[in-house]
């Protein structure tokens, strides 16, 4: 590069995220989001610090109405790559809302460190770090009653969006069957929501993808490059599950799974193969696919036909799976 040109935009992620030529990074303060929040009170929410020294926070939502017993607990992660997104952002906030009014539940959203900045697997030790923190709660001398009056610690589920539903493939993984080394929390199951898993070999999905599908192959190729350790390609253990150099995943004993994908998203090859890999190996692991839609089509449209079939399922899955063990 010539030293004396200007320095030119090489990356640009829905205009949130801008990388140039020398290496500078801009990143706007307004989101690829420009909706309004429906919040009508039914549910309250407050952020917490939950890693001082990185200074990252999670947003805590719980229903304002009271309750006699105690709420289960709902982690969500938000998705965009590993490089954008924000439980600040309004399509986050708005499926939180929803989450803690129809599932009755605390809902707990938290950011993590975001690439290129910030390289994986730093979002995935954040989120580590984000369901230490919970365990830290349920111990406290000195609880945050907003919480912990509230909160069901034996009854946490793990939830996220996209990237976050690579986190939550991660955790499942990390902490296993019965979560033992969270007690006295315990996580009763996963919910991926059109988890952001990768490949170097191209499914038929993502061959496929139309160039003006919402979730285009382009920018899932940016997002994998942006994320990824220097020198890693999307064969990577982090984005591939099954590549040449991930650990076998056939002996680890694993909570219940719900993984969830649109007919029309480039990721839905990927999951359908990750849920019929881990049935084959006898794991508790289900598929709901929904014909037509588009990835992340629960927080495009919290409201609509298939985000309502969506939270039912959601429900559904967390009554049934309560209580086991």
């Known amino acids: 590069m010539d030293p004396t040109s200007a320095p030119y935009e090489v ?64 982690y969500y992660f938000h998705g965009g790559g590993y490089c954008i997104g924000s439980r600040t952002w309004p399509n986050c906030q708005n499926y939180c809302l929803r989450l803690a009014k129809d599932l009755q539940a605390v809902v707990i ?30 111990v406290s001398d000195d609880p945050d009653t907003w919480l912990n009056d509230v909160a069901d610690f034996g009854r946490v589920f793990i939830s996220g969006d996209s990237a976050g539903g690579n986190i939550a ?55 994998w490059r942006l994320s990824l350790p220097i ?10 599950p099954f590549g040449p150099e991930s650990p076998s995943l056939e002996s680890v004993a694993l909570d219940p799974i719900l993984v969830v994908v649109g007919g029309s998203d480039l990721l839905r090859d990927r999951a359908e193969d990750y849920v019929q890999r881990l049935k084959g190996w006898g794991k508790k692991v289900e ?33 049934e799976n309560a209580e086991s063990d």
């Open 11 to 74: 990356e640009n992620c829905r205009g949130v995220l801008r990388v140039f030529s020398d290496g500078s990074i801009i990143r706007s303060a307004n989101t690829s989001f420009n909706i309004p929040i429906h919040d009508d009170g039914s549910v309250l929410y407050k952020d917490v610090i939950f890693e001082a020294g990185l200074n990252i926070s999670l947003r805590l939502y719980k229903p304002s109405s009271a309750h006699s017993a105690k709420l289960p607990i709902f």
């Open 231 to 240: 020198g890693g390609d999307p064969d990577h253990p982090i984005s591939n």
């Open 287 to 319: 598929l709901a696919e929904f014909p037509g839609m588009q990835h992340g089509f629960f927080t495009i449209d919290p409201f609509s036909d298939s985000s309502n079939e969506l939270m039912l399922l959601i429900k559904q899955f967390m009554a």
């Open 109 to 138: 959203a938290p950011d993590y460190r975001l690439a290129p900045e910030n390289r994986l697997p730093a979002a995935i030790q954040d989120s580590f770090s984000a369901l230490r923190w919970l365990q830290a709660q349920a």
């Open 169 to 223: 493939h991660h955790l499942a993984f990390r902490f296993g069957a019965g979560s033992p080394e969270l007690s006295p929390v315990r996580v009763r199951g996963y919910v991926y929501l059109a988890p952001f898993f990768g490949g170097t070999v191209r499914t038929k999905s993502e061959a496929e993808c139309p160039v003006d599908a919402f979730f285009p192959l382009e920018l899932n190729d940016r997002f």
